[in-house]
Structures are given as C-alpha cells and as structure tokens.
C-alpha cells in the first residue's frame, strides 16, 4: 500500500463515520459530465436545513505531456535528451558546420476553474510529475469581485515508496507555511505537521500521528491541536459487504468526557448500501445521536443518497434531521 498523506492516516475511519451520511444538509445535488475535448464540469448544489443554499460550477482542462515537437532534426550524432527538464537544447559543433537546437516539452498542465454562488472564482493549476516523478505543484488564486478581496496560495506533494510530504504556502496572508509528512514501512505509518508564521516567525501549530495500515484493517492515534486533542480510531473490512470502524476523542483542555463513536456499512448488492452510525458520550451518553444512511444506483449514472439522523435522547423534540443527495454523471 502506498503512504497515505498525513491528513489521511486515519482516512479508512474517518470515511466509515462521516462520508455519505445525508442528513448533514436538506438537499445534496451534484452534476459531472465531460465534453469530447477533454474539459470536465461539475455543478455542485446544497441547500442546508436553516434554508441557505450555495452552489459552485467547475471547470477542468488537462493538458497532458506530448513530448517533443520539433519540424525537423538531422544530425549525424547526439546527446540523448533529458526527459525531466520542460526546456532542452543541443549543441554540435565539426569542422564548417555548427548547430543549435532548442525545443519545449509540453509538461501537462491541469487548470480547474470555478464559480460560486458567493461570487468567488477560484483558479487552480497543477503540474504532476513533471518536475520530477512523485513530486507535484499546484498553484491557487481566488478573487471576490465585490470586496475586490484576492488571495494566491502555492502547494507541493512529495510522494515516494516510504514518504508522502506536502507543503502549504498562503502567499498573501502572513505569508504563511503549513508542512507535513509521513513515513512508511510494512503498513506502520509515522508522521508530523507543522504550520509557522512568516512575519511573526513563530510555530503556529504542531500534531502527530502513528498508525497501522493493511487492506483488512487499520488503526490510527492522532495528536492534533499542538497535541492537546487526541483520538484513536479503528477500522475493520470485516469481508466484500461489511465494514465496522470506530473513533474515540478526548480534548485534554477540555472535560474528562471522551466523544465515541461507532459506524457500519452493509453493501446489500453491487449497486447498493446502507450505513449506519451512533455517536454518544462514554460518560453519560448525553448526546446520543443515531444516523442511518441508504445509497442507489439508479441507472448507470445517477445514484440517489437518503440519510436521517434521530436524538435518541430527546425523542419527541423536532431536532431530527433527515436529507437526501442527487449526484448524475454523463
């Protein structure tokens, strides 16, 4: 398995709890189709239970490697080129004759380009494996035309056999860094993250995390709010239909109180499942907030998410919430 990045240690879990539970927003919808040259779009809908609705349109163009372009080359002895560099040239000299060659790979770029409701347009570009292999660069800006508010932000991913590192840079407020990695070996899994203010240059926040990663299972415990939040979280692919995973919580500058909570999946058939999930408090069970969830794929394309959630505690209260989600794909 590869070396997940530090965010997603504890991913398997993290996805069993809180992925695909509907009931978070009244309605969910979202749009993907992609045109004959490649640009992909996607239109995204919410509408939360106090009323407000958003909604963002994307676009997305990948430009992918060709290689080299040049009309015409004869030579009669050359120097291999390097693959990894975007510029090349080529220089051969004899007797009467000398020679000059220059060309330009094209390295792949990836623009994505979006628009939103709160009139916010947001630009990404990426470059993969083009400044060298495992490492990629990304590069976001966004704008509000109405406050004329800007912000430009510039990421790099290192992902090797043993090691997934990233880096995050605000360059407009702070500027700002955020660091993190992880190291692998035989499914054991070891990482750090680091955030550090430029201006005030002072380490703004640190976590941890070990974990345990295999196909079947995994474990992880994470360290998180300059290690003063700790959880343990455990997932369990039990066989090809069910999946159990649990989470403990414990907020050390907080109460003795520590958050648990359990999570399911059932696959009924290939193009269904069902999920359920009960979140309390080991001490007092004072939350006791039960979640349930029901996935369909309708017709190759469309799928259908319904979800409820019911405080068990106060049953006769209206703070039940029940939410459904409408995804189409052409």
Not at 149 to 160: C, E, T, V
Not at 229 to 246: I, L, P
Request: net charge positive; charged share 15%; hydrophobic share 40%.
């Amino acid at each position: 398995m590869s070396v997940p990045a530090f965010s997603d240690i504890a991913k398997p879990s993290n996805d069993l709890l809180n992925k695909d539970f509907y009931h978070t927003a009244a309605t969910n919808f979202e749009v993907k189709s992609k045109a004959p040259n490649g640009v992909s779009f996607n239109v995204k809908g919410k509408a939360t239970h106090e009323g407000k609705t958003s909604g963002q349109i994307e676009a997305k163009y990948a430009d992918a490697p060709s290689g080299t372009h040049f009309k015409h080359l004869n030579f009669t002895a050359y120097t291999p080129f390097d693959q990894t560099c975007l510029f090349d040239y080529q220089i051969m000299l004899r007797p009467g004759f000398a020679a000059l060659l220059i060309f330009y790979r094209r390295a792949g770029l990836t623009l994505t380009q979006a628009w939103t409701t709160t009139n916010a347009l947001n630009t990404k570009i990426e470059l993969d494996n083009q400044i060298q292999k495992g490492v990629k660069a990304e590069l976001e800006t966004s704008f509000l035309p109405h406050t004329q508010a800007y912000g430009a932000k510039f990421n790099l991913y290192m992902k090797q056999p043993n090691l997934h590192a990233r880096a995050f840079f605000d360059l407009l407020k702070g500027p700002t860094a955020n660091v993190d990695a992880v190291l692998g070996h035989e499914g054991f899994l070891v990482g750090a993250e680091a955030g550090y203010d430029v201006q005030k240059a002072a380490i703004t926040k640190y976590s941890a995390a070990v974990g345990y990663s295999v196909p079947e299972y995994s474990a992880a415990v994470t360290a998180t709010s300059n290690l003063s939040v700790f959880a343990a979280s455990y997932y369990h692919k039990v066989n090809s239909q069910v999946e159990a995973g649990a989470k403990a919580t414990w907020d050390s500058k907080g109460n003795n109180n520590v958050g648990l909570e359990v999570a399911s999946k059932y696959r009924i058939d290939p193009t269904s499942f069902a999920k359920a999930g009960h979140p309390t408090s080991a001490k007092i069970n004072d939350r006791g907030i039960a979640a349930a969830a029901y996935n369909v794929l309708l017709r190759p394309g469309v799928t259908l998410g319904l979800g409820a959630s019911f405080d068990t505690q106060n049953l006769s209260q209206a703070s039940h919430k029940v939410g459904a989600n409408f995804s189409f794909e052409a």
